[in-house]
T-cell receptor
């Protein structure tokens, strides 16, 4: 099976702009989670989607949003970008069979730089 | 905020030596996982241990879990230069309904350097 793919891999934006990141999970995986990684805060959970519903959300401002499509692909959007949004954004998918938590499989990430 | 702490923050060893990393967490968990990350790339899943397990092995990896002390350790035996990476522990919490959702809470990580 192909792994988790994320596009684009690198992105440069300026303050005030918005950005959309895309994630395609492993085939058959219905749960998609997003994480932000920065040198200062480490890895932080953004949100998780399962069957097109946001099931869990981290402590991020409303500028960060996401959605999941019927084919389990997911997008996350950051509006009104700030310098502090520069980070590696990681997407992970999980089979989540029968409500039991399984391991998450991560994509290569999207490196976002805000100038 | 991070769930727990990892110790040490950095570890430097020679090829062939064993590497031990520790992780502590704060809340009741459903399971604990270890991941590896090379140079700011994606995370690679290494091993998952459930809260009712005490020890698990996978190849050169050995993980222990002590829920009474809220701690876990990862042992890499006979290390190789290719093991050089950052290692993170991550937990899923047990919620009131007894079901865990797709939220991992990560430690700060241990940077392991294995010298050839």
């Amino acid at each position: 099976k192909a792994g988790v793919t994320q596009t684009p891999r690198y992105l440069i934006k300026t303050r005030g702009q918005q950005v959309t990141l895309s994630c395609s999970p492993i085939s058959g995986h219905r749960s998609v989670s997003w994480y932000q990684q920065t040198p200062g805060q480490g890895l932080q959970f953004l949100f998780e989607y399962f069957s097109e519903t946001q099931r869990n959300k981290g402590n991020f401002p409303g500028r960060f949003s996401g959605r999941q499509f019927s084919n389990s692909r997911s997008e996350m959007n950051v509006s009104t970008l700030e310098l502090g949004d520069s980070a590696l954004y990681l997407c992970a998918s999980s089979p989540m069979t029968s409500g039991t938590y399984n391991e998450q499989f991560f994509g290569p990430g999207t490196r976002l730089t805000v100038l | 905020s991070q769930q727990g702490e990892e110790d040490p923050q950095a570890l430097s060893i020679q090829e062939g030596e064993n590497a031990t990393m520790n992780c502590s967490y704060k809340t009741s968990i459903n399971n604990l996982q270890w991941y590896r990350q090379n140079s700011g790339r994606g995370l690679v899943h290494l091993i998952l241990i459930r809260s009712n397990e005490r020890e698990k092995h996978s190849g050169r990896l050995r993980v222990t879990l002590d829920t009474s002390k809220k701690s876990s350790s990862l042992l890499i035996t006979a290390s190789r230069a290719a093991d050089t990476a950052s290692y993170f522990c991550a937990t899923t919490r047990r919620d009131a309904g007894g079901t865990s959702y797709g939220k991992l809470t990560f430690g700060q990580g241990t940077i392991l350097t294995v010298h050839p």
